[in-house]
Nanobody
Framework: QVQLVESGGGLVQPGGSLRLSCTAS????????ITWYRQAPGKRRALVDF???????YYAESVKGRFTISRDNAKNTVYLQMNSLKPDDTGVYYC????????WGQGTQVTVSS
C-alpha cells in the first residue's frame, strides 16, 4: 500500500528555519512529481511547491526565494528547506503526488510564532 510520511515540523520564531522530509513507500518514487501542500486551520490545502522526476521545480509565489524543494530518490525522500519563516507559513504540511493524489499522510505541524 502507498504510504506517505511527513516529518520535521516544529515550533519556530519568525525568521527561523525548518527542514521537512517526505518519505514514500509503495510507489515507484522516481517517476512521481512530489508536491508539498499546507493547510492552515479552517482553510483548504494549498500547493506550496513540487519537484518533477527530472528535478524541475515550481514554487508558489508566497514561498519563492524562501523555500527549497529537493529529492533523494535512493531514499524515496523529498525535502523542503524552509527559511525566513513567517507566521503565515503556519499550518500542517503534507506531501503527495501532483496528479495521482494518494491517500494523505498525517502531515507535520509547522508553527511560526509571533
Amino acid at each position: 500500500q502507498v504510504q506517505l510520511v511527513e516529518s520535521g515540523g516544529g515550533l519556530v520564531q519568525p525568521g527561523g528555519s525548518l527542514r521537512l522530509s517526505c518519505t514514500a513507500s509503495g510507489i515507484i518514487f522516481n517517476i512521481n512529481t512530489i508536491t508539498w501542500y499546507r493547510q492552515a486551520p479552517g482553510k483548504r490545502r494549498a500547493l506550496v511547491d513540487f519537484i518533477t522526476p527530472g528535478g524541475g521545480t515550481y514554487y508558489a509565489e508566497s514561498v519563492k526565494g524562501r523555500f527549497t524543494i529537493s529529492r533523494d530518490n535512493a531514499k524515496n525522500t523529498v525535502y523542503l528547506q524552509m527559511n525566513s519563516l513567517k507566521p503565515d507559513d503556519t499550518g500542517v504540511y503534507y506531501c503527495n503526488d501532483y496528479s495521482k493524489r494518494y491517500t494523505w499522510g498525517q502531515g507535520t505541524q509547522v508553527t511560526v510564532s509571533s
